[in-house]
């Protein structure tokens, strides 16, 4: 290394460090062949609105059948993406797909099919010059209506305002609904909701993962409903794993829960299953 013959301090690589960073770049390579040879799938998580149960929506969520690795999660190769550019692709391929499947979802299922379909968008995707062009042309090629579709973005991907919040601008005047992914985590300025077109704020899992308990995090879910209700927007609480943080969130007025107690993400889900939020043994009053 040059900072080395000059004597300049260098940063130690640890073998650990060094051995991630070069599997940072095996995977980045492999991404690109993953897209050309079809290896990503997308899986649908149910969004079930209370008190019937039903599945009012679904969240697509992409899945990596990695020939030699596995399954690999997106929480290892989505920053990867991000960081290499190819969620732009990868991106758009996600959205056309979740599109095409909600329609045909119609197709098939009538009043049946879920309502709408949530899908996940990366700041480095909003930040594109015709991100909601790329939208528009999504739906058009599916049939799908702008108002069966929600995007999930982060408060980080939106915080520093630019284009990301035009893009925000222009998807709404499509019809599409925004929503705010894992809320109460990021930078979490309540001013947010002020300067951001939002119809759906979704409650993070570590404000669910305690609600059962009075403390600190079930505070927080229950002012994060009331901010959400007083402002005209839906609260949608996620990772609810259990029935009895099902009964909590609904006691704290959620009507719109998602997570591993009213199903797994999965390639097709059985829309006609009742998911009702209480516990078997607690529903005969
Ligand atoms: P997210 O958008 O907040 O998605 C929710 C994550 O929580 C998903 O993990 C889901 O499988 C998981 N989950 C749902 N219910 C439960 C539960 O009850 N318990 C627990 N422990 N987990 C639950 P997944 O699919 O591994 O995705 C992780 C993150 O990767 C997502 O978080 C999202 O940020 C990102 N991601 C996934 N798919 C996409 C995509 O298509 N595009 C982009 N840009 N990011 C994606
Ligand atoms: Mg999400
Ligand atoms: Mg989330
Ligand atoms: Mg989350």
Known sequence: HAAKQTGEPVRRWTPALDERAGEHVRLGAEIRTALDLGQFRVVYQPIV????????????????????????????????????????????????????????????????????????????????????????????????????????VTETAVFEGGQAV??????????????????????????????VPVDILKVDKSFVDNVTEAGRHTVIADALFQVTAGLGLTAVAEGVETAAQAEALQRLGYRYLQGYHFGRPVADPDFAAARTPLRAATTVA
């Open 49 to 152: 609105e209370l008190p019937a149960g039903r599945v009012a929506a679904v969240e697509a969520l992409v899945r990596w059948e990695h020939p030699v690795r596995g399954l690999v999660s997106p929480a290892a190769f989505i920053p990867v993406a991000e960081r290499n550019g190819l969620i732009v692709e990868l991106g758009e391929w996600i959205l056309r797909t979740a599109c095409h499947r909600l329609a045909a979802w119609r197709a098939g299922l009538g009043p049946g099919a879920p309502d709408r379909i949530s899908v996940n968008v990366s700041a480095r995707q909003l930040a594109r010059p015709h991100f909601a062009a790329t939208v528009a042309a999504a739906l058009a090629d599916s049939g799908l209506p702008a108002s069966c579709l929600a995007v999930e």
């Open 166 to 195: 035009v893009a925000l601008h222009e998807l709404r005047a499509l019809g599409v609904r925004i929503a705010l992914d894992d809320f109460g985590t990021g930078h979490s300025s309540l001013g947010l909701l002020q300067t």
